[in-house]
């Protein structure tokens, strides 16, 4: 499965985990910090007794896969409403060479 990077200049998203579980991937397109080109990987599921929420801040490519047997179900929480004519959402091609994680 190949995971379509994309990344929003002024939205959060908070995320949520209801069921099966995920492998979600972090990669820091801002030029300025020391942390710029890193890739961090979070294996999220759902853990009734401590549930979890992730916040994905901008500027930050993100893409998720499911990794578990069964169906993920996974609840975006954005912090901007979608506009359609002029959506703040940026994406890489799939199969892009620019971000190094399988």
């Not at 939205?11 to 890193?38: V, W």
């Not at 609840?75 to 002029?86: E, H, S």
Request: one cysteine or more.
């Amino acid at each position: 499965m190949v995971i379509t990077w994309h990344y929003y200049k002024k939205q959060y998203n908070y995320f949520t985990y209801l069921e099966g579980k995920i492998s979600r991937a972090l990669y820091d397109s801002r030029k300025e910090p020391s942390t710029f080109s890193e890739i961090d990987e979070f294996i999220l599921s759902i853990d009734k007794d401590k549930p979890k929420l992730l916040c994905i801040v901008p500027q930050f490519y993100h893409g998720f896969k499911c990794i578990s047997k069964e169906e993920a179900i996974v609840i975006n929480i954005p912090t901007c409403p979608y506009n359609k004519d002029k959506p703040d959402e940026y994406r890489l091609t799939p199969y892009s060479n620019d971000i190094s994680y399988d």
